[in-house]
């Protein structure tokens, strides 16, 4: 309030005598208003977002004053979306409406920290040797210096200390493990680059830069869907968030959107008042139920044997019964349902066939057979001139022929319109018995089965295909049917005859009631009602779909589940239809700009990547303890004698031919390869061949416990690996960092199961790594257990960009504050370590030649690689022939004392190499002059005039200036490359859009729209929002599949061998993980077996805010599980009573939540907990009880393994093994004891002494 009238001493006041004497007039001082509006005062308002990997990627206003952060609020300028669809605000949640809180709180990081036993020894060492790559090996070395630090990794002790000091530990331990080793002994994990793509940049760059692995993330997560690249040969490509306004019914299908996408919640509220319908369907009564019009509430992990009915229904009643024509002419065109499919003869069952590969425009001629390309062309039947064609738009002309690769309906030999024929029904030559593997009758803990003819396990399903005979060019005479023919008789319908919903037989509403727990008609009436909407609306129906199923096991059976019902009904690529899978902030925007910098291909390529899960499976020993026998997993149609047993033998087997990559690599260092091949007098690639052949260098997964052959050391940002996704943590605490874990797991040896055969056998190592250093601005649990932890800016303290799946926009992270005590933005801390890192190497490492051992990579030429067979070079089957049955070995020189110039400045190969993305190419000169001129440039080595990238704001402008969808010249670029490569007129789609240059400043003015690029499946404009696909439906675009089109059947040998060439249901796997559980003593109190989950919680991102005071206070704070009220009164289990959860992994502590929206047989433990808030001991283990993750493990999958062939084949985060935990099983139990464990232990007192 103001005083100002104060001042006036003339004005007299005029006391107030009330009329009746009854009131009391008090006229005190108002003055403590004043504080309650200097609270809402501030200096200035900033633009800045969160890197948390929400996918909300919202703009927030950041309040500052007196140079402080006060508070944020939601901004509303978003540019306006198309008409008639509802605008983007608000967006925001209570997660990031608490960020604030964690600028100066006390859980934030100050100061770099080392722990204190390094520390030590470090200074003794110092002390000693003048220089410090050599003092480091000293450490390592030392047996006693080296188990005193790794055995306190966790039990506290970390100390403060300077920058310089840290980085110069941190400097010669990569130093001395590349000049040892090998730089592939170091690896960095951080994920998600759209959260923060700078900030994720910085640490992949220096990286790269000096040969080290980066591993993926968004497999590891199992955020991937290898679903998705099966069918589409994308990633992840979905529909924005506004999207669903378009749609008419929607199923939100394992996907808790106002709980996991509360910014976007509100277009599919508006939806629904506009008249779309709303299906949620999710085991347990979650938040997104009460939003949902029906709620259908299947057994947790049956999801495909749902879809499989529905599918049944759609087939049988849209298809065959009542033929659509929308739904025909969709399936004819854009799907691989008119594909032709060779039948095999069952060898025990002549008058028996099975599905077999896809025709090829080389089996038809002798003269073609060899020829490549010919190798991945499919063929259709005609109906115009009833005879076989080659269709547009497969594999085999997306690398040769340009013209021909695209899916208009055109025979590519003449040129001529065709119709492919969906069905060969009225056209059948013969009508014979095909045998499909049936999975349903496996019994696996407290999953129903239904065995097939009373008979439990593996089974085949036997129905009639009608068929055409042809010759091939070798004289063989073999029986081919459609895709479409197979999937009916797949699906259990018979066309001779009336299908029997109520009947139980494989796939009918009846079967799926019986293993989902979802009354049949629920089944049918709203497979019909999916369906008929389609029809009525052409592809107007979504499924929105997330973690909850797409972290099982078998994630890729309950996923294209689905998808066949989205590709039945016409509803991919249409605004408002198709699948609409939302896990992780995926969606990079702009990609192809980003990727240069953040794997510094500007200055060599290729840089080493690696797929985070077969790293942590193989790096963690977890394949030492893996129960699971990979036989077991075979079709009964396969040859079980022809493939290993062990799961860790199928991954190295995939290494070695190329399919995946390796890191480490060889049992050799690298940059002895060349030097070794110079002796000799032959090229690094044929010395490695032939050393490869004659045994003398192995990969180094054939001996992953040897001394040379496991990772050294790690680098941790923008990430809470072990706090968050460790998935099997304490097989990490026991093997990776050798400290203090819960392991209650023998290994093979112990339970006398025979090891696998492709690797040598060693005793277990633990502690592997030497140097585990974490960037964070908290204090997680990853932090606890790192050797040196540096702080870095918060969100509101950086320069940075965000982009998401969710909306259309790119948003920035801008420096409201200078960065609280010591902390430095992530670009900062990597660019300090390299400057250090130059500095050290001298005398050590100079210009070396390394040698990179690439996987066979999707979206290039190589990814046709073995056609018709799998063959293993190693076993005699063929030649080992790099990049083709084998990876290929490419020569990166590496001048490591320029790696601080290089980090620090744009390198000379996109100018002249140009950039690109999935296999097109454009020229960047002009973009490399602009960034001359914005951001500088100076001299590296004897290359002039360099741009600048020391500041993150120059990053920002670099990535900018680069991408597509930021910069409308090159958008203009990319398109007209795509044209080249399509022979289709796409100019009209970036017309007038030259002039768009996006900029780190105007996007801090205002969010901008992305442009459309030719790097995503849909198109970006004014006019509509944006559906995933729609490019492939309106511009006749291929998919980046075998057969060009969306792909319902999977005919590479092991997809067949292992039963999965079409989708079906496969119940969760039996990972014995309780079974196995004998070093427990029981406490007295009943134990049960519940199905372990861990959904995406409400009250914090991850395992971000679960620390927030704000956020605790809005729920119990600290670990909690939910369980039932039938499994809790079981147990006798009361709410809040501490309970402890267990198996052969590990253990953990916990309050429990009692509620009847949890059904019986579940347990759900909200993702993610960390080790520093309410964790008592453990009664099982005697440690400190563990996380979520303590009692999972993984299990990877053979199928996700596959390469080198078309869209199976590997790419960086895009397709490979995913980390899946939920099949997992725990037994739970109250708890007597509840020991905080805060009495110093023995070992601490005789340290202190």
Not at 170 to 186: C, L, Q, S, Y
Not at 297 to 302: E, I, R, S, V
């Amino acid at each position: 309030m103001s005083h100002f009238l104060d001042k006036f001493r003339y004005l007299t006041r005029i006391e107030k005598t009330p009329a009746n004497n009854n009131e009391i007039v008090q006229q005190d001082s108002r003055e403590w208003e004043q504080s309650y509006r200097d609270r809402w005062q501030y200096d200035k308002i900033v633009r800045s977002t969160h890197g948390v990997n929400c996918t909300g990627s919202c703009s927030w206003k950041i309040y500052v004053k007196n140079g402080l952060v006060t508070w944020e609020t939601q901004f509303t300028d978003y540019p306006p979306t198309p008409e008639g669809i509802p605008n983007h605000e608000p967006r925001g949640c209570p997660r990031g409406a608490s960020y604030s809180w964690y600028l100066y709180s006390a859980n934030r990081i100050k100061h770099p920290m080392i722990r204190r036993e390094l520390l030590e020894a470090w200074r003794d060492q110092r002390s000693i040797h003048q220089d410090p790559v050599t003092a480091w090996q000293a450490i390592i070395h030392d047996k006693n210096i080296n188990q005193a630090y790794k055995q306190a990794r966790g039990m506290g002790g970390l100390v403060r200390a300077e920058w310089d000091e840290v980085n110069e530990i941190i400097a010669a331990a990569n130093v001395a493990t590349i000049k040892e080793f090998g730089p592939d002994r170091i690896a960095g994990f951080s994920p998600i680059p759209a959260q923060s793509m700078v900030s994720f940049a910085a640490g992949t760059r220096y990286l790269s830069l000096i040969g080290a692995a980066n591993l993926s993330f968004y497999d590891w997560y199992c955020d991937l869907p290898p679903s998705s690249p099966q069918t589409w040969g994308e990633q992840t490509d979905v529909p924005e968030s506004a999207d669903w306004y378009n749609s008419e019914f929607i199923i939100a299908w394992g996907s808790n959107i106002p709980q996991t996408r509360t910014p976007d919640a509100h277009f599919m509220t508006a939806a629904r008042y506009k008249g779309a319908k709303v299906v949620a369907i999710t085991p347990d009564y979650a938040e997104v139920c009460k939003f949902a019009d029906e709620w259908m509430a299947p057994k947790q992990g049956t999801d495909a044997a749902l879809a499989m009915a529905m599918g049944q229904v759609i087939l049988n009643e849209f298809y065959l019964k009542n033929p659509c024509d929308y739904f025909e002419a969709y399936a004819r065109r854009y799907t691989d349902f008119p594909m032709l499919v060779m039948l095999e003869q069952l060898e025990d069952q002549p008058s028996t066939y099975q599905s077999g590969r896809f025709l090829r425009a080389s089996d038809l001629s002798a003269e073609l057979s060899t020829e490549e390309q010919e190798l991945w062309k499919t063929l259709v039947f005609d109906q115009l001139t009833e005879t076989i064609a080659v269709p547009t738009g497969t594999a085999g002309f997306r690398w040769s022929d340009a013209s021909k690769w695209h899916t208009q309906p055109i025979n590519a030999i003449d040129g001529q319109a065709i119709e492919p024929s969906l069905s060969l029904y009225h056209s059948r030559q013969d009508t014979i018995d095909v045998a499909q593997p049936y999975f349903g009758g496996v019994e696996s803990n407290t999953f129903n089965s239904v065995p097939l003819n009373g008979k439990a396990g593996n089974a085949l399903l036997i129905n009639k295909v009608p068929v055409h005979w042809i010759t091939l060019g070798n004289g063989k005479r073999v029986a081919v049917a459609t895709v479409f023919d197979l999937l009916i008789a797949h699906y259990g319908i018979n066309r001779d005859s009336e299908t029997d919903y109520d009947m139980i037989a494989p796939y009918t509403p009846a079967w799926a009631a019986a293993i989902t727990g979802v009354e049949q008609q629920q089944i049918i009436r709203l497979a019909r009602q999916f369906a008929d909407n389609a029809r009525v609306t052409h592809g107007r129906s979504m499924i929105i779909v997330g973690a909850g199923i797409n972290h099982w096991y078998h994630t890729d059976m309950n996923y294209r589940g689905l998808i066949n019902l989205l590709l039945m009904c016409g509803t991919v690529g249409v605004n408002g239809g198709g699948w609409a899978h939302y896990v992780g902030q995926e969606k990079l925007r702009p990609v192809t700009g980003w990727t240069p910098i953040a794997l510094a291909l500007d200055w060599q390529r290729p840089p080493r990547l690696m797929n985070g899960t077969s790293f942590f499976y193989n790096h963690t020993s977890q394949w030492r303890y893996e129960p699971m026998n990979a036989r077991d997993l075979l079709s009964p149609l396969a040859t079980p004698e022809q493939f290993p047993t062990s799961l860790i033998d199928f991954n190295i087997k995939a290494e070695r031919m190329g399919w995946l990559p390796s890191a480490p690599q060889l049992t050799i260092n690298p940059l002895q390869l060349a030097q070794k091949a110079k002796a000799e007098g032959v090229t690094s690639k044929d010395y490695l061949v032939t050393a490869l052949k004659q045994g003398d260098i192995k990969f180094a997964a054939e001996d992953p416990d040897a001394s040379n052959n496991y990772p050294r050391n790690m680098f941790v940002w923008r990430s809470n690996l072990l706090g968050s996704s460790s998935k099997g943590h304490e097989y990490f605490l026991k093997h990776l960092l050798g400290t203090r874990h819960g392991v209650q797991n023998m290994d093979l040896c112990e339970r006398k199961i025979e090891p696998p055969k492709e690797l040598e056998y060693r005793e277990a190592v633990e502690g592997k790594l030497d140097l585990l250093v974490t960037l964070d601005f908290r204090m997680s649990t990853t932090c606890l257990y790192s050797d040196i932890v540096l702080p870095t800016a918060t969100w509101y303290e950086k320069a940075d960009l965000s982009s998401s799946d969710m909306h259309p926009f790119i948003h920035p992270f801008s420096k409201a504050v200078e960065p609280s005590w010591q902390a430095k933005s992530d670009w900062d801390i990597f660019k300090n370590i390299s400057q250090k890192f130059s500095e050290v190497c001298q005398g050590h490492l100079g210009i070396e030649t390394d040698i990179v051992t690439v996987p066979i990579m999707h979206d290039t030429p190589a990814e046709l690689a073995q056609a018709l067979s799998v063959e293993d070079w190693k076993q005699g089957q063929c030649e080992l022939v790099p990049g083709k049955t084998a990876p290929n070995f490419v020569e990166v020189e590496r001048n490591y004392p320029l790696t601080y110039a290089k980090f620090t400045h744009l390198g000379p190969a996109l100018e002249k190499l140009g950039n690109g993305g999935h296999g097109l190419h454009w020229d960047t000169a002009k973009e490399i002059a602009s960034l001359r001129k914005l951001n500088g440039t100076e001299t590296v080595g004897d290359i002039e005039h360099c741009p600048n990238l020391k500041e993150a704001t120059q990053v920002v402008n670099t990535i900018l200036t680069l991408a597509p969808e930021t910069n409308g010249e090159v958008a203009v670029k990319a398109w007209q490359s795509l044209e080249q490569r399509t022979g289709q007129s796409l100019s009209d789609i970036p017309a007038g859009k030259a002039d768009i240059k996006m900029t780190y400043t105007g996007l801090q003015t205002q969010p901008q729209r992305v442009i459309a690029s030719p790097v995503w499946s849909g198109i970006d404009c004014d006019t509509q929002t944006y559906s995933a696909c729609s490019l492939n439906l309106q511009r006749n675009i291929p998919w980046r599949t075998l057969t060009g089109r969306q792909q319902v059947y999977q005919d590479h040998a092991w997809m067949r061998a292992f039963g999965e060439g079409f989708t079906s249901y496969r119940p969760p796997i039996e990972d014995h993980t309780c079974k196995t559980m004998t070093r427990h003593t029981s406490n007295g109190n009943p134990e049960i077996l519940l199905n372990f989950g861990t959904a995406h919680q409400k009250w914090g991102i991850h395992s971000t805010f679960t620390d927030n005071l704000i956020l605790q206070t809005l729920a119990r704070g600290g670990p909690v599980i939910w369980v039932s009220e039938v499994d809790a009164q079981s147990a006798g289990i009361k709410d809040n009573d501490w309970i402890e959860a267990f198996n052969a992994n590990g253990a953990l502590a916990a309050r429990a939540i009692v509620s009847q929206r949890i059904p019986e047989g579940l347990a759900i433990m909200y993702h993610a907990t960390e080790r520093t808030i309410n964790m008592p001991g453990s009664e099982v283990t005697g440690t400190r009880g563990g996380i979520h993750n303590s009692v999972t493990r993984i299990c990877p999958k053979p199928t996700h393994m596959i390469g080198g062939y078309a869209q199976l084949s590997w790419g960086y985060n895009y397709y490979g093994t995913i980390g899946s935990n939920r099949d997992d099983f725990v037994m739970i139990r109250k708890m007597n004891k509840i020991d905080w464990l805060d009495q110093e232990s023995a070992s601490t007192q005789e340290t202190q002494k």
